[in-house]
């Protein structure tokens, strides 16, 4: 831990390519995810990644959870090429993931059962997370007596659960609706903010990333996306003791990534034949 | 027994409808067990009339049908029938559930066994039982082997059927879960993402099947006349008894009904999560 991982970088990913082919009329077809993407996420460091949909930034994460091999390139995790799946690492899911056949409280324990973590050891912790993300009282219940908000906050309990050094999120409040999502938004902040955890966090909303990263790594627009650009999010925190949103260091990470996003949009469209100019906002955010 | 099981469903719903919180009110239950009864007497008073004024040979009354099941039942050949019978399925239908759970996992998720054994299955789907029960009892021989094999592919279908579509519907995330938390091993997924998510078809399965089994293993027995239900039909009915011919398949139905009900009660107990 003293000398060369302090000045290597958490997660590390080097030229990562990604193609997907896939057989249609019996003509074999390939589309390019990702056409190279490199960068660094610091530990400790809230790092999101936005793109247009479908520029493959789900894939991102696949490859960094060690779910989907990449067809080349590298991941390092503290200095360390990774392939597979570890318990370095845990996902929080879009649709949650969870097993409907399971308790809450087994759902949370999930993680901790395959880790061969004796039963009670692993009830005390998957309970001590529940209480953080505020459900022990639904530990009994199974996944689909909850509503969307719960679900995830279930699933975000199970991925603290083993005490990942590394949390990767897949848009993971992209399924609950607009209230909730800012009330889960502050509360990751602040369970992050407790627990210090090298997060990836992949979005297609504007305002949530600038609202919860350090820094913003914006993914040009597919087949092939690359890293166009990394905005740093220079926001004091914590983020939830002000109004962020009238901050102006928010306001200008915002109309820079909304400008890149834009450019991407640009390109896209008029490059498939229509009106030039006109494009459509990411979801979820309002023009600026 | 699916066909009681419809009747009852369309007889409870009106009475249902009633109430305004959903749930059969207690007068409401009543008065269906009524009517229901009320058919019953019905029933077999036309029936006890019909007899009374034909052949006895050809239409028993009830009353001699009642006559006969008591003598079977306590002077006569039905419980140990009834035991050999009971023995014949646990047998076929354990080694279906066994087959069936195997064959519908492994044709469900691997795609290479899907697509070269899929259509034979199919086909042996296809093809009435009965039809193949000589042969069955020719290929595997008279005694118990043969009239197993016709309960096992008589009870097979619906177990494979709905293990494969329960497999093979299986949701993929959930298995990526499973696999990004550290489950490594195909042996791993199966154990507790694939098997865990199918078991309620798996359960719905072993509950349509068990009267397919009782059906089977009567076809069985009346084939071979060794012993069980089956022969004891045939041999009241070359003895022109017609009213222990009845006597002997009332036990069947009711076999099948209680299974099925048991299976229906294991099937809620394990399968809560699906209801709640």
Do not use: E
């Given at each position: 831990m003293i000398d060369s991982s302090l000045d290597v970088a958490k997660i590390q990913l080097r030229d990562i390519h990604k193609d997907f082919t896939w057989k249609s009329k019996g003509r074999q077809q390939s589309t390019r995810a990702l056409g190279g993407v490199s960068f660094d996420i610091q530990a400790n460091e809230f790092c999101s990644v936005i793109g247009p949909s479908g520029c493959g930034k789900t894939t991102l994460l696949r490859v960094v959870a060690g779910l989907t091999p990449a067809d080349s390139g590298q991941v390092l995790i503290g200095g360390r090429e990774i392939r597979e799946p570890g318990d370095d690492r845990a996902v929080v899911f879009q649709q949650f993931g969870l097993f409907p056949w399971k308790t809450v409280l087994d759902n949370v324990k999930f993680p901790l059962t395959i880790q061969h973590i004796p039963d009670h050891e692993a009830t005390a912790r998957a309970m001590e997370q529940l209480e953080t993300v505020g459900l022990a009282d639904f530990?009994?219940?199974?996944?689909?007596?909850?509503s969307g908000g719960m679900q995830q906050r279930v699933g975000l309990a199970r991925a603290l659960a083993v005490n990942p050094e590394i949390l990767l999120m897949d848009e993971p409040f992209g399924a609950i609706d607009a209230q909730t999502r800012t009330v889960m938004q502050e509360e990751l902040m602040r369970i992050w903010a407790q627990s210090k955890k090298t997060v990836l966090f992949i979005t297609h909303d504007l305002d949530e990333a600038v609202l919860v990263s350090d820094r913003i790594v914006v993914l040009s627009a597919g087949p092939g996306s690359v890293v166009q650009e990394i905005v740093p999010v220079d926001l004091p925190r914590p983020r939830w003791e002000y109004d962020v949103r009238a901050h102006p260091a928010y306001i200008e990470a915002r109309a820079r990534i909304w400008s890149l996003l834009k450019q991407n949009l640009t390109v896209r469209v008029s490059g498939a034949g229509s009106v030039p100019g006109r494009s459509t906002e990411p979801s979820g955010s309002s023009a600026p | 027994m699916t066909a009681d099981s419809t009747t009852t469903a369309r007889l409870g719903r009106p009475a249902a409808r009633r109430t305004p919180n959903g749930s059969m009110g207690h007068s409401a239950r009543l008065s269906l067990r009524v009517k229901r009864l009320l058919v019953l007497v019905g029933v077999l008073a036309v029936w006890q009339i019909a007899g009374m004024f034909s052949l006895p040979l050809l239409l028993p009354t009830p009353w001699a049908v009642a006559t006969a099941l008591y003598d079977i039942t306590f002077h006569g050949d039905l419980v140990p029938a009834l035991t050999s019978s009971m023995k014949l399925l646990a047998i076929g239908f354990g080694i279906a559930i066994v087959l069936g759970c195997t064959l519908g996992i492994v044709l469900g998720r691997y795609r290479l066994f899907d697509v070269t054994f899929g259509p034979y299955l199919n086909a042996l789907y296809a093809t009435p039982e009965i039809a193949l029960v000589p042969l069955i009892l020719v290929w595997f021989g008279f005694g118990l082997g043969g009239r197993v094999v016709v309960v096992v592919i008589a009870s097979f279908f619906p177990i494979f059927i709905n293990t494969y579509a329960g497999v093979r519907d299986a949701p993929g995330n959930l298995v990526e879960v499973a696999r990004s938390f550290g489950v490594a091993t195909e042996r791993g997924l199966l154990r507790r993402v694939v098997v865990p998510a199918a078991l309620p078809f798996i359960l719905a399965g072993l509950r349509l099947s068990i009267g397919r089994g009782v059906v089977g293993m009567a076809v069985a027995e009346v084939y071979l006349r060794l012993g069980g239900i089956g022969s004891l039909i045939v041999q009241y009915g070359s003895a022109f008894k017609t009213n222990y011919v009845l006597a002997a398949i009332l036990p069947l139905p009711v076999l099948s009904i209680v299974l099925t009900k048991i299976l229906g009660m294991v099937e809620r107990r394990l399968d809560g999560w699906r209801t709640t």
């Open positions: 530990a009994g219940r199974h996944p689909q007596q909850l | -």
